[in-house]
Structures are given as C-alpha cells and as structure tokens.
C-alpha cells in the first residue's frame, strides 16, 4: 500500500495563479484532510471530508476549495494564489472520527 | 472554539537528558494524539490516549493524560540525537469530529 500520496511535492507560483494540489489515499478512508503547516504554527486545518461528495470547512478555509467525488481522491484548489498562502501543505486520511491520521509527504508552496 | 497549547515550543538538551511536553486544552477531549514530525518529513502517529488519567508508554517514552481529559503529557527518558523532531498534540473531539492541534514542541538533541 502507498497510504497518503501528494502530489506535486515543491510547486512555484506567482501571485494571482491557481493550481491543485493532488492527493490521494489507497487505504479506503472515509475521512480526508487538508492542513498547513507555517513555521511555528502547527498544523491548521483548511477543508475536510467525512467521505465521498461530501466537505466542510476547517479553520483556514479562505482562498481554497476542495471537492471529494471519490473516496480516495481529494484535490485542493487554490484559486488565485498570494504569498500568504506560502506553506507547507498535508493531506491526511483516517478511518474516522478519532482514528490516527495517515499524513502525505507534503507539498511545498511557494508563491512569489 | 477548541484551542490546544502546548509548551514549550522549543527544547534544546544535552544527550542523556530527560525531555517533557505540556499539551493543554481548552475544552474537555475524547482522546488525545500524539505525532512525531521529523525534520523536512511528515507527522507520524505515535500513540493515543482515551481513558482519564491513562499513562502509556512505548520504550523511554511516558505519555499520560490528565484527570480531567483537558492536558496531556510526553517525557522522553535518557534522549538521542534519533529523538530530534517536533512533537504536537491532537486534541480529539469526536462529537466535532475534528482534531485540533498544538503548536509543537521542537526538540533539539547535542550529542
């Protein structure tokens, strides 16, 4: 099994651009989650899903969009990037609510 | 809404020494999870704790959870360079069914 893959793991933008982070799990998870990680920050929750067409809001959710039409993929669009949005970002499954979270490897973000 | 500190953020010690970070809730928790994230790697889970005042322990690893389900513990005994990392704390509501996390603890090891 690969578990939590991401792709892509560095990405470049410049401000106004968009693009998605892709990430996919093979472990069949209902739940998936999207956080970033700032320096010192820990790990804020942006969107999450409770399974298959169905998502909510984390606590940072401004500026990105998810959407979950299967059980194992779950894109993270950034609609028109800005340098705040310069992050480490993870994406992570668990089983359900109160399971341990699998976590990707991460895309770095940088935008300029 | 839930809030998690944890302390300190920063732990610098000898190798050998002890090592402990503090996890305290804002709200009353389900369970409690620990990660371990290593430099430029991904959190990995480390353990959980469900029950009032359940201790744990995984080789010089001590984690405890309070009384009260609001704070939580992780001591390292006698630590390595192979310890090096940042630990955080998940807050778990599963009512919410959200985790919350702390802010990290990084721990530095001098050999």
């Known amino acids: 099994n690969a578990g939590v893959t991401q792709t892509p793991k560095f990405q470049v933008l410049k401000t106004g651009q968009s693009m998605t982070l892709q990430c996919a799990q093979d472990m069949n998870h209902e739940y998936m989650s999207w956080y970033r990680q700032d320096p010192g920050m820990g790990l804020r929750l942006i969107h999450y899903s409770v399974g298959a067409g169905i998502t909510d809001q984390g606590e940072v959710p401004n500026g990105y969009n998810v959407s979950r039409s299967t059980t194992e993929d779950f894109p993270l669009r950034l609609l028109s990037a800005a340098p705040s949005q310069t992050s480490v970002y993870f994406c992570?499954?668990?089983?359900?609510?109160?399971?341990?979270?699998?976590f990707g490897n991460g895309t770095r973000l940088t935008v300029t | 809404g839930q809030q998690v500190m944890q302390i300190p953020q920063y732990q610098h010690v000898q190798e050998g020494e002890d090592f402990t970070t503090y996890c305290n809730s804002s709200t009353t928790l389900s369970n409690i999870q620990w990660y371990k994230q290593r430099p430029g790697g991904h959190p990995v889970f480390l353990i959980q704790l469900v029950k009032s005042g359940e201790v744990k322990k995984q080789k010089r690893l001590t984690f405890q959870f309070g009384e009260a389900k609001k704070n939580s513990s992780l001591h390292i005994t006698a630590t390595q360079t192979t310890d090096v990392g940042t630990y955080f704390c998940?807050?778990?509501?599963?009512?919410?069914?959200?985790?919350?996390f702390g802010d990290g603890t990084t721990l530095t090891v001098k050999p």
């Open positions: 992570a499954s668990l089983r359900g609510p109160g399971s341990p979270l699998h």
């Open positions: 998940a807050g778990i509501n599963t009512n919410a069914g959200k985790s919350t």
